[in-house]
């Protein structure tokens, strides 16, 4: 590339740097409102927090560098126009397309990037959380019987210790159970031990009472006991069971395994979801180029003043907002009509083509004059 092109290209790659940490730092601080309350309520560590946030990011990387980029494309060419650097650059030879070079570049870079993304890391992340997600949820129940605090970690349960003697062995424990909503049910008891016996999770109450309230007649029974099982294995039901992988932590082989037709684990729906979400990997990097594409050929259209700018930049989002929407709706109307998949391929090609024939043509006809 010209000292120019390496200029321009250096330009929007630290715009695109810059805004992209920005959205990432947001979309991190959003996920991790989802994980404060294990750290400040029930003791998940630092290391574990940070590392179960971070996995989430490779996921969403691919659906903001697009944006992030057409951002500092409408950055860096807007500067350059109106510091009038565009006129210079153009006055000494550079032809328009010597200026959108460095920007195509980049988004062609980018896309590559997005593609490794789609097909490697992002699957791979997200099947590590899941399996990360699976394993922690054991050591939080446990966690989440802190002394002298009320536990509501579990649906319908409700905990609460008064002293902690060892990771399992606890004295004054008081159970809430409001699973049968007919009939919830109190535990007191002196001594209680947490045990895992034939893969089943339990809390096994010592010397201690058992309250049933029947909400119906209005009755409330005491039975006493010596030592009481309360069961807990909804709790851990994912824990114990073979768990089922998610498209979003699939790789396109297992998107597109026939053997999914016939393991009866994935109704037809969710095949042809699956089937769907491999091709826009495969084609959701092109929108790198399109976006920037777009952004570029009204940026770059006329002679840019700053009464105009503002308008063209309104039509670039505005086009880039309907194209997205329409993109992100096409999944749901090609479950429904399976015949429709080709537009996933069809609808962004389209608009490349016009998009490079529609600026060869008006490079052509400056070119003719």
């Known amino acids: 590339m010209s000292i120019i092109s390496n200029y321009i290209f250096k330009q929007i790659g630290s715009y695109f740097i810059y805004i992209t940490i920005f959205f990432i730092s947001l979309i991190w601080l959003i996920l991790s409102l989802k994980f404060i309350e294990y750290v ?7 290391k574990d927090f940070i590392k179960m946030t971070s996995l989430l990011l490779p996921t969403v990387i691919p659906s903001i560098t697009p944006i992030t980029l057409t951002l500092a494309c409408i950055f860096v060419y807007n500067k350059l126009s109106n510091d009038n650097e565009l006129i210079i650059i153009k006055s000494s030879g550079f032809s328009t397309l010597q200026i959108l070079k460095p920007a195509i570049l980049l988004s062609f870079i980018i896309g590559l990037f997005n593609l490794f993304l789609n097909l490697y890391f992002s699957p791979l992340s997200k099947s590590i959380f899941k399996e990360n997600q699976n394993n922690l949820r054991e050591d939080i129940a446990r966690i989440a019987f802190k002394e002298g605090s009320f536990s509501n970690l579990f649906q319908d349960i409700t905990i609460y210790i008064e002293k902690i003697i060892d990771k399992n062995n606890y004295e004054y424990v008081f159970v809430y159970d409001n699973r049968n909503k007919k009939n919830p049910a109190t535990y007191i008891s002196k001594q209680a031990e947490l045990v895992q016996v034939d893969n089943s999770n339990k809390v096994i109450l010592k010397d201690g009472n058992r309250q049933v309230i029947d909400k119906k007649n209005s009755q409330l029974s005491i039975i006493k006991f010596d030592e009481y099982e309360v069961n807990l294995d909804l709790l851990f039901k994912d824990i114990n069971k073979e768990r089922i992988k998610e498209p979003e932590e699939m790789f396109l082989s297992e ?58 930049i309104s039509i670039i989002i505005f086009v880039i907002f309907l194209i997205e929407v329409f993109y992100l709706s096409l999944p749901n109307f090609i479950v429904k009509k399976f015949t429709l998949l080709p537009i996933i391929y069809i609808f962004p090609l389209s608009l490349l083509l016009f998009l490079i024939v529609w600026n060869l043509n008006k490079t052509y006809k400056k070119f003719k004059k």
């Open 40 to 46: 400040t309520t029930n003791g998940l560590n630092l």
């Open 255 to 312: 998107l597109w395994d026939d053997k999914h037709k016939i393991s009866g684990r994935y109704d037809p729906r969710q095949i042809s979801s699956m089937i769907i979400e491999g091709h826009k990997r495969i084609i959701d990097p092109l929108y790198c180029i399109i976006f920037t594409l777009i952004t570029l050929t009204f940026l770059l259209s006329d002679k840019l003043v700053l009464q105009s700018a503002l308008k063209k």
